[in-house]
């Protein structure tokens, strides 16, 4: 069964760059992907049972910023469990911890290269 990664960013261009990295395990039916340009669509669907294995997210972002995202979800009974990336231009000291600190497993720098998300993906997930 896929396992379904949910990226939350709210650049059009991110999600295009991001499927198009993520295309061979999609293709393979290793991973499905849901996007989401407005985090609070994707808290409301949490909200409503939406079922994930992983959740790649910006920091940056007009509507719900990456770090609230996150505390939501690790507050979350039914996603307290579930591996969140980060995926943003944020590279400072400072905002690295405040993103473990909120509960982020993992952080990729934008830019991205394929090979980094690809790698960061299949070792959160575990697959080969």
């Not at 059009?12 to 198009?20: A, G, I, N, R």
């Not at 790649?56 to 609230?68: R, V």
């Not at 943003?88 to 980094?116: R, Y």
Request: charge should be negative; proline fraction near 4%; include cysteine.
């Amino acid at each position: 069964m896929a396992k379904i990664v949910v990226i939350v960013d709210d650049s059009q261009t991110v999600h295009l760059s991001l499927e198009m990295a993520m295309e061979d395990l999609i293709n393979s039916g290793e991973i499905d992907k849901k996007s989401y340009i407005n985090p609070l669509d994707f808290v409301q669907d949490v909200k409503n049972g939406l079922v994930y294995d992983l959740c790649i997210t910006d920091i940056n972002m007009p509507e719900m910023n990456g770090l609230d995202l996150t505390k939501f979800l690790k507050s979350f009974p039914a996603t307290q469990i579930k591996p969140i990336l980060a995926l943003t231009t944020e590279s400072s000291d400072a905002i690295k911890e405040q993103g473990k600190e909120a509960g982020l497993t993992g952080w990729i720098t934008k830019p991205f290269t394929a090979d980094k998300v690809i790698s960061a993906i299949k070792r959160v997930l575990r697959l080969r």
